[in-house]
Nanobody, 124 residues
Framework: QVQLVESGGGLVQAGGSLRLSCAAA????????MGWFRQAPGKDREFVAG????????SYADSVKGRFTISRVNAKNTVYLQMNSLKPEDTAVYYC?????????????????WGQGTEVTVSS
């Protein structure tokens, strides 16, 4: 049984930082693209960042480029999302997702496995 468990969300002031973690179990982690998505209230789920097998390549939504960094430690079955210079518009539930194969996709339908989400709130 595949499990993805996110942690690290919380309340932060604008300009602050948070680091999200996602621990995976039950899958061959090093052979899955790992992605971060987010969903704000009343909005569709959107791609934030993705990492291929060995963290090369990576991909980012334009809205987070230069502020967020995705990384992974395959030996720990864990993917991270370092979020800096946070803005109120980054407020959302953040989800970790896993996709078989090496190609990063920005569409959520490609991802077979999902975590339960962790909430990030950025106050102005």
């Amino acid at each position: 049984q595949v499990q993805l468990v996110e942690s690290g969300g919380g309340l932060v002031q604008a300009g602050g930082s948070l680091r999200l973690s996602c621990a995976a179990a039950g899958l061959t982690f090093s052979r899955h693209v790992m992605g971060w998505f987010r969903q704000a209230p009343g909005k569709d789920r959107e791609f934030v960042a993705g990492s291929s097998w060995n963290a090369d390549p990576t991909s980012y939504a334009d809205s987070v480029k230069g502020r967020f960094t995705i990384s992974r430690v395959n030996a720990k079955n864990t993917v991270y999302l370092q979020m800096n210079s946070l803005k109120p518009e980054d407020t959302a539930v953040y989800y970790c997702a896993a996709k078989t194969g090496p190609t990063i996709k920005i569409t959520s339908a490609w991802y077979e496995y999902w975590g339960q989400g962790t909430e990030v709130t950025v106050s102005s």
